[in-house]
């Protein structure tokens, strides 16, 4: 048995930033117990909530053994991997590798890419200078991603939180405007990944705590919209 006591609470809501992590969690198999905060809902601003995440957005940790929390996916996956030891090499050239494709997720892929989804799914009327200029820099993204696969079967080399962090974003590759037929190694990437037990598991139990359908109310809380 579990002792749940020491497990690690975990706050998200599936949106790819909070999938990252429930990756993660699934793959070290080690006890967790997931608390939803639905974001559509705006559950993100309660006091208890932002008391763990001062910016009041998904997701956070609170490691009950340490009594450490931690905000921002990335942060937590760093946190997660260097203290259980999994999936970050311990030499220092291999943490910088994956390092550096994790900071380039937090810092270019997932802004670049949300935006991308915005502007292409969800504002309220067509702007077609943000549609051209998230798009094409989409397109050098993925452009990256495809040449930094062309010789290694994942984005450091080994399976690691780089992958993690980088998969949920790719995955919604359609929201995003971009098909896959000319990256063939971001596309075998992302079949290896998606086939994955502990992936399956995670998106499963995301799937089970996200609304099957989203009003327009929801839309404007989710993304700040008057």
Known sequence: MFNLSNAVDYYYWPTPNGQKVA?????????????????????????????????QRIPAILDKETGVSVFESGAILLYLAQRRGEFLPVDPKGAAEVMQWLFWQAANLGPILGQ????????????????????????????????????????????????????????????????????????AWLEKISMRPAVVRAYAKGEQIRPSGQTDQDRKKLYDLP
Do not use: C
């Open 23 to 55: 990756i993660f969690l699934e793959e070290s198999e080690r006890p967790y117990v997931a608390h939803p905060v639905n974001i559509s809902n705006g559950e993100q601003f309660s006091t208890e909530f932002t008391r763990i995440s001062p910016n």
């Open 116 to 187: 991308a989804v915005f502007f292409l799914n969800y504002a309220s009327e067509h702007v077609p200078l943000a549609v051209a200029r998230f798009s094409k820099e989409t397109e050098r993204l993925y452009n990256v991603l495809e040449q930094q696969l062309r010789e290694r079967p994942y984005v450091a080399g080994e399976y690691s939180i780089a992958d993690m962090a980088i998969y949920p974003w790719v995955l919604q590759h359609d929201k995003q405007g971009m098909t896959l037929d000319a990256y063939p190694n971001v596309a």
